[in-house]
């Protein structure tokens, strides 16, 4: 089974910048679409954005469009997530997931996850 391994969180003020990283144990990692989701205390995981596998099309919430970057490097076998311009409102748990799915999937049960990364961002 795939390991999914999170990094790069943790806390910042309002406007500042996080890159997040995902790396796989996975031998096969460019042949997935690669998503991240977050999630808030007592909400429920949601999407941020997906990237395919080539890392040619990318898909992103509305609510992270013009903010959130995400990209891949397949020689590496690691997804990132830069983050410009956080609010307080993106605090959360950040889940790297690994697609179940061929296509730019937004559900998080087309995913299997790892274990999150804290980002809290103070105003």
């Known amino acids: 089974q795939v390991q999914l391994v999170e990094s790069g969180g943790g806390l910042v003020q309002a406007e500042d910048s996080l890159r997040l990283s995902c790396v796989s144990s996975?031998?096969?990692?460019?042949?997935?679409?690669m998503g991240w989701f977050r999630q808030a205390p007592g909400k429920e995981r949601e999407f941020v954005a997906a990237?395919?596998?080539?890392?040619?099309?990318?898909r992103y919430a509305d609510s992270v469009k013009g903010r959130f970057t995400i990209s891949r490097d397949n020689a590496k076998n690691t997804v990132y997530l830069q983050m410009n311009t956080l609010k307080p409102e993106d605090t959360a748990v950040y889940y790297c997931?690994?697609?179940?799915?061929?296509?730019?999937?937004?559900?998080?049960?087309?995913?299997?996850w790892g274990q999150g990364t804290q980002v809290t961002v103070s105003s």
């Open positions: 997931g690994e697609a179940v799915t061929p296509w730019l999937a937004t559900t998080p049960e087309s995913y299997s």
């Open positions: 996975g031998r096969t990692f460019s042949s997935y679409v």
């Open positions: 990237i395919s596998s080539s890392g040619g099309t990318t």
